[in-house]
T-cell receptor
Framework: ETGVTQTPRHLVMGMTNKKSLKCEQH?????MYWYKQSAKKPLELMFV???????ENNSVPSRFSPECPNSSHLFLHLHTLQPEDSALYLC????????????FGPGTRLTVL | AQSVTQPDIHITVSEGASLELRCNYS??????LFWYVQSPGQGLQLLLK??????LVQGIKGFEAEFKRSQSSFNLRKPSVHWSDAAEYFC????????????FGSGTRLLVRP
């Protein structure tokens, strides 16, 4: 399998649930990203990891907790989310910094009830 | 603050017609510029990018974009649109520093009439 994969593709959860989103890249890239895509809003960068170290945290609420165990895998742990957190969550990777092309996964469509 | 503006939320064109999607950026220097496309249910795919050099950039699927420094613009064009081009298009800029931030516009949804 090549490129950037994300699981699950769809997730429905209650506000008291705990779930995790998974991203995997098979491109040998050093940087990985989480974005939030809401209706009628630009893509919002949430977190960036470079060589497994978090280098950007864009004022994201603590109910979102990223984890990067190695350069190929990225997780987003979710707990006590709010309905306004419903969105498409996109993972991306790039060889190094933002000036490099970012390759996106298909996203996880999250609905919080 | 740096920003990217895509003034057209929706554009409808007939199949075979030409297309131009507008993008303007606000930044003190020349950034790195990108156009991405997102089909329904998919992630974003890079169409083309500009870093330096020739201001007319060729991309995939027959798209091109022209960087105009004087207008702070990076408009996307295609001479003849196909029905499969219906998607959402995003312009983005990356700053010329060591950051990891890619700043996206709010997108333009392209509808193609048969």
């Amino acid at each position: 399998e090549t490129g950037v994969t994300q699981t699950p593709r769809h997730l429905v959860m209650g506000m008291t649930n705990k779930k995790s989103l998974k991203c995997e890249q098979h491109l040998g890239h050093n940087a990985m990203y989480w974005y939030k895509q809401s209706a009628k809003k630009p893509l919002e960068l949430m977190f960036v990891y470079s060589l497994e170290e978090r280098v950007e945290n864009n004022s994201v609420p603590s109910r979102f907790s990223p984890e990067c165990p190695n350069s190929s895998h990225l997780f987003l742990h979710l707990h006590t989310l709010q309905p306004e957190d419903s969105a498409l969550y996109l993972c991306a990777s790039s060889p190094r910094q933002a000036q490099d092309t970012q390759y996106f996964g298909p996203g996880t469509r999250l609905t919080v009830l | 603050a740096q920003s990217v503006t895509q003034p057209d939320i929706h554009i409808t064109v007939s199949e075979g017609a030409s297309l131009e999607l507008r993008c303007n950026y606000s930044y003190g220097a020349t950034p790195y510029l990108f156009w991405y496309v997102q089909s329904p249910g998919q992630g974003l795919q890079l169409l083309l990018k500009y870093f330096s050099g020739d201001t007319l950039v060729q991309g995939i699927k027959g798209f091109e974009a022209e960087f105009k420094r004087s207008q702070s613009s990076f408009n996307l064009r295609k001479p003849s649109v196909h029905w499969s081009d219906a998607a959402e298009y995003f312009c983005a800029v990356a700053l010329m520093d060591s950051s990891y931030k890619l700043i996206f516009g709010s997108g333009t949804r392209l509808l193609v009439r048969p």
